[in-house]
């Protein structure tokens, strides 16, 4: 199958070696494969893999990743401009019995 | 099914024909706010102090995946309070979450459950899971288990470990078809607006309103924008890996430039719909600017699109799109008058 690769040179994905552990939670939790470890360290093997779920950020221990983690939709996109704060990146539209602040 | 600690849910992992229809019906966003599941314990087969503990959102999609990957297995099903939404989502969110898994061990007094410390956790809970969080807060350490349910037994069986290919994400042509139905239904209040204000506007010509021009003209404005509509969200998610350029803008740009020759097709069968340079070169703008805003729309329901991405794109096809719509729009209304 062609693999579907998104727009190159965008993420905001941030990575400290310096404060690595080589824990490897990084390489587990990405959906890309954007990390690597090898040796007892990380490195980014495939960074415009990368879609800023922000799982790697949250499971990194050593606070080594940063990454301004969001919701790519462009609908939701559109909707914060029009609605500003009340937008939700739900697509089931009644929003009757979600959680508090979603 | 009793415990020390009280009666235990126990499910089933067979799917019966009516947990098929309501995940069918899901799709189209039916009863979706109502497609979900109790959280808390829940229990597969018999299982005892030493079964794993597989944690789920309360989506029932999300629910019925995971029990039915689980024959002849022996587990817990600790279901979080995610609303009716999936895991990936949820996890977004923040309601798959640190707080909410905390939250569920302890209610469950999972500590006395069971005698191991794992929680095994679906990978795209990540995104809202902080595994070290967990651990620190609940004493149980979070296992990271397979994307897909499908391949948990095999998960199982290598002793919770995960092949690489276990925890990559694809959108594979299955996956993506599943996704059409939401699109139409999503879209379709807009659609169906825009198509309608065509049809009235259609009256408009030389001499001022008459009627007697909405059932060709009319109608078949109507029907080309439907069928524009239509053909994009069908065919964005089906031809995506093959349609040209990275941005979903720009695929959708050339799907629209694909219909463009069916629209020639149209302008031949029915002339009178379709008379004079300017309504041609209307729809010439309006279908690939139409295309390319939906399928820029598809962008939400992708695994692999990323915002800063999203926003790139949008700051150049958006502007793009309103112009050649806008302009469409103008010499559309011009035709009416030619």
């Not at chain 1, 954007?34 to 990368?50: H, P, Q």
Request: aromatic share 8%; net charge positive; with cysteine.
């Amino acid at each position: 199958m062609v693999e579907l690769r998104y727009l190159p040179n965008v993420t905001t994905l941030d990575f400290d070696v310096d404060k690595c552990t080589g824990c490897g939670m990084c390489a587990a939790v990405c959906p890309h494969a954007v990390f690597e470890v090898e040796n007892g360290e990380a490195r980014i093997a495939d960074r415009d893999a990368c879609m800023e779920c922000g799982a790697c950020q949250r499971n990194c221990p050593a606070a080594a990743i940063a990454v301004e983690s969001g919701v790519g939709c462009a609908t939701f996109v559109i909707m914060q401009a029009v609605q500003g704060d009340k937008a939700s990146c739900c697509c089931s539209g009644d929003s009757s019995d979600c959680a508090p602040g979603c | 099914m009793s415990t020390p600690w009280g009666e235990v849910r126990r499910v089933s992992t067979t799917l019966q024909t009516s947990d098929r229809l309501s995940a069918w019906k899901a799709r189209w966003g039916i009863g979706r706010m109502r497609y979900r599941v109790e959280p808390g314990l829940v229990a597969v087969g018999r299982p005892t102090a030493e079964s794993p503990v597989l944690v789920s959102a309360n989506y029932k999609m999300s629910f019925d995946r995971l029990r039915s990957q689980l024959d002849g297995q022996d587990a817990w099903i600790l279901v979080l309070e995610t609303y009716g939404v999936n895991v990936w989502c949820a996890a977004g969110k923040g309601t798959f979450g640190t707080d909410e898994i905390v939250r569920r061990v302890e209610a469950a007094q999972l500590q006395r459950v069971v005698s191991h410390r794992t929680l095994i956790v679906p990978q795209l809970g990540a995104s809202g899971v902080a595994a070290h969080e967990v651990k620190q807060r609940s004493g149980f350490r979070v296992a990271y288990g397979p994307v897909r349910a499908e391949d948990l037994p095999a998960f199982l069986d290598a002793g919770m470990q995960a092949t690489a290919e276990m925890r990559r994400v694809r959108f594979p042509l299955g996956d993506r078809t599943a996704l059409i139905p939401m699109e139409l239904v999503g879209a379709a209040k807009y659609v169906l607006l825009a198509a309608a204000a065509m049809f009235l506007l259609a009256g408009l010509g030389a001499g001022g309103y008459s009627a007697a021009r909405l059932p060709g003209v009319g109608v078949w404005s109507a029907v080309l924008l439907l069928a524009a509509a239509v053909g994009s969200i069908v065919l964005t998610p089906v031809l995506l890996p093959w349609l040209p350029g990275r941005a979903l803008s720009v695929k959708g740009t050339w799907l629209g430039l694909a219909f463009l020759p069916f629209v020639a097709g149209a302008a031949w069968f029915r002339p009178e719909a379709f008379s004079g340079w300017p309504t041609v070169a209307a729809w010439c703008l309006l279908v690939p600017a139409v295309a390319s805003f939906l399928a820029m729309n598809f962008t939400g329901a992708t695994t692999y699109t990323s915002l800063s991405g999203v926003r790139r794109e949008m700051a150049l096809a958006v502007p793009i799109q309103a112009v050649c719509a806008v302009a469409g729009v103008v010499l559309w209304l011009v035709g009416r008058f030619v």
